[in-house]
């Protein structure tokens, strides 16, 4: 059985939470929890970076990150589920997911900042560059969501998913009124996809 070290509140679990059901390995993983500011957590020797996810196979090798355990999923599932097979597809797939996972790192990086500095030792202008990013990205996807079609979702719209339920997570759901399409995006892929709601986040 594979073992998935991750968090509850993790946007990047949650794109490989989502990614084992898609592919049918519910039954086949045990999820156990990561603390990665715990000097004495396993998950540091799993992975020498600390980060989760990590995903372990029962051979005893440790994928990270989150991309290249997708990739391992779809590859164990016989390969061109969730990441497409013909190049521009696979591209295009790939692209969207390098862009969510920008968001992602821009949006956590936003959050450490408040959790790890003083409020007086905190930077505007980091925030502001992280700000930036998200914006721009958020603009880019509002004006040309991804199509749905009646396959599974690909790894970048997983991400795209994650993205959105994220920053309802943990910034109040502040991308909604400027992002109309994208809120009905995410409607739809919440209707198509029961595992979004089911690994709602929490913490």
Known sequence: MMIL??????????????????LGF???VKIEP???TDVNDSVRAQNPLGKIPVLIAE??????DSRVILDYLDDRAGGGKIVPRAPQARLAALRLQALCDGILDASILTIYEARWRKTEAREPKWLEHQAGKVTRALAALEAAPPALDGGLPNVGQITLACVLGYRDFRFGGDWRSDHPRLVAWLDSFAARVPAYAATKPTG
């Open 5 to 22: 070290r991750s968090s509850p509140s993790s946007p990047f679990g949650r794109k490989v939470r989502i990614a084992l059901s898609l």
């Open 26 to 28: 519910d039954g086949d």
């Open 34 to 36: 990561a603390d990665t």
């Open 59 to 64: 051979d005893g090798v440790a994928y990270y």
